[in-house]
């Protein structure tokens, strides 16, 4: 553990139940911090090592970041069917499965669990709302147990909607980690009038880039590189600044071979430090 910088860059990986190659491909970025992602089947007993192997090399965990089994990112059709708290017959697992990862990320020093929750509907009076609710307070108080925040990672709904349903659930350990690229790949909303919109709850964030949706309905926008896509991450980083954010800025890569994730998140950590030295000298 060490003390991290203002917007320290860092990068997301997905842990695997031996730490070695993941944490040495870390040390080959020359990154101090990460989120560690929790895949639905990966055997949670590898904590340990992971404890040990983060603490070695002097990595800091950030965040967890859990995933579940089951889900499916296709199209939007089908993440509101797959994702999240929202798939009735998943409930019961997924919150054990939220729960046994706040557990993860206080035995590895992490401060926060992120996850997709998945669509929650706008009406509060919808059943599916009321016991997504319920679960997600559930998560919160768990996690208060170990000083541990909840973060609802954006992306399916437009920012008064995350806004409202926060203020709704009333746990001063909820928020938001804030993906750009998400409300641009899903359609809901332009991702810097958002951030200003959720301000102080945001409490992570994902370096990720995207273009919008072709005009199909149900269509999904297509990640892209770091500064390829549509966020614009220079407006990104100073909108960060504007509201006051000084945390971690992790790197999230999804969808390439693996060759090609790590050309990305090398030109990634390059593009953002060029960024923080210009904004520095400003
Ligand atoms: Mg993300």
Not at 31 to 56: E, H, P
Not at 187 to 193: A, C, R, S, V, W
Not at 251 to 277: C, F, H, N, S, Y
């Amino acid at each position: 553990m060490q003390g991290l910088k203002d917007m320290e860059i860092g990068v997301l990986i997905w842990a695997n139940p031996d730490p070695s190659a993941k944490i040495a491909q870390l040390n080959s970025f020359g990154v101090r911090c990460t989120q560690v992602g929790l895949r639905g089947d990966l055997d949670l007993s590898c904590v340990d090592a992971w404890n040990r192997a983060l603490q070695s090399a002097n990595l800091t965990a950030t965040s967890v970041c859990a995933s579940y089994n089951g889900e499916d990112y296709a199209d939007i059709p089908t993440v509101k069917r797959t994702v999240g708290f929202i798939p009735p017959a998943t409930r019961t697992e997924r919150e054990a499965r939220t729960i046994a990862a706040c557990d993860f990320a206080h035995t590895i020093g992490a401060k926060s669990v992120t996850t997709h929750i998945g669509f929650v509907p706008e009406d509060t009076g919808d059943p599916d709302y009321v016991t997504v609710r319920e679960m997600v307070r559930r998560v919160c108080d768990h996690a208060a147990k170990h000083g541990v925040n909840f973060s609802l990672e954006t992306g399916q709904e437009a920012a008064p909607v995350l806004l409202a349903f926060i203020r709704d659930v009333g746990r001063s350990n909820l928020g938001i980690n804030f993906d750009p690229a998400n409300m641009i790949l899903y359609g809901t909303g332009d991702p810097i009038e958002a951030l200003g919109i959720l301000g102080k709850h945001v409490q992570s964030v994902h370096c990720k880039d995207g273009n919008w949706p072709p005009k199909v309905p149900g269509a999904l926008g297509k990640e892209q590189p770091l500064g390829s896509g549509a966020v614009g991450i220079e407006r990104f980083l100073a909108k960060l600044r504007e509201i006051g954010y000084t945390g971690p800025l992790t790197i999230e890569r999804e969808g390439v071979e693996p060759v090609e994730w790590a050309k990305d998140v090398t030109v990634a950590i390059q593009l953002l430090e060029g960024l923080k030295a210009r904004a520095a000298q400003a």
